[in-house]
């Protein structure tokens, strides 16, 4: 995927989500195709041609990833996924991800140094879910969040109290070369795996590489996460873990729902949560990987 494709979905992106939006704020009324298109201003047939240049599928069948129903489907699978992995020593099916992803995360020293000593590099990219902001260390991403219309001074104020030792300079060809990789449907082709520096706890990093299990297209339960690491009673934990989550969408948050199939609770808002999860179904079932 080039840049101005990258930019093109970013562009339908912003209206798409006014879509959702708008169908989970009239969910009650089940809305047609041609009323949710009417709320966006868009005859059925151009919607319909919007949606399918961003997702890849028709409307409909993309608001069918998104039911109870479905969701509770995907839980049962990917629970059985999750199982797999454990009997074999994180070797089954959600291994794919982490042969790709993999982080190391600072020592207490560092973590109390604040940075200091680290050059930080920085970038603002439009995404296929919107727009994206963009860390990068020598030793590998430190973080990735989606800040739409946000100003950019606050965003960079914002990191910066994280890490207030730093050095921070803005670097839009590294980090823009980086973000062409990370939107890739071809991810699981790369040569060079992507690598995470990140900063936290025992049990949040615990938490956060348990997400790099989750394949795809699939999705899991804080419970589930809780008893992956060995902390059944803890799933409350898992979902404070999971939202300071430094790196979206690369630590793949989104795929954690909650136990009756409701997609709610995301750091970059529950619209996007479910644009990102019927995105990614829609691209899974296309390579034939999901029913």
Request: aromatic share 10%.
């Amino acid at each position: 995927m080039n840049k101005k494709e990258i930019s093109q979905q970013c562009h339908d992106y912003m209206r798409i989500e006014k879509a959702i939006g708008y169908v989970e704020a009239n969910y009650k009324s089940r809305p047609t195709l041609d009323q949710i298109a009417e709320s966006m201003h868009l005859s059925k047939y151009h919607f319909d041609r919007l949606f399918k240049r961003w997702a890849g599928i028709s409307p409909i069948q993309f608001l069918h990833f998104l039911t109870v129903e479905h969701a509770k489907q995907k839980l049962a699978e990917s629970r059985n996924l999750l199982d797999a992995s454990l009997e074999t020593g994180l070797s089954g099916p959600g291994r794919l991800h982490d042969l790709f992803v993999t982080f190391e995360a600072m020592t207490p020293g560092e973590f109390k140094q604040k940075g200091a000593g680290l050059k930080m590099e920085y970038g603002f990219h439009s995404t296929p879910f919107g727009e994206c902001f963009l860390v990068v260390t020598d030793r590998g991403i430190s973080h990735l969040a989606f800040v739409d219309a946000e100003d950019p001074a606050m965003v960079l104020s914002r990191f910066q109290q994280n890490w207030p030792e730093a050095t921070l300079a803005e670097n839009q060809a590294r980090t823009g070369s980086m973000v062409n990789r990370i939107f890739s449907l071809d991810q699981s082709h790369e040569s060079r795996p992507f690598h995470l520096l990140l900063k936290g706890t025992n049990f949040q990093v615990s938490v956060w590489r348990a997400l790099l299990t989750i394949p795809m297209g699939n999705v899991v339960s804080y419970q589930d996460i809780a008893a992956y690491i060995g902390r059944p009673k803890a799933f409350r934990a898992v979902g404070s873990a999971i939202a300071v989550n430094p790196v979206g969408y690369l630590i793949p948050c989104h795929r954690v729902i909650a136990k009756s199939g409701r997609i709610h609770q995301y750091r970059w808002g529950v619209v996007r949560k479910k644009a990102i999860l019927g995105w990614e179904a829609s691209k899974s079932s296309s390579f034939g990987s999901v029913g």
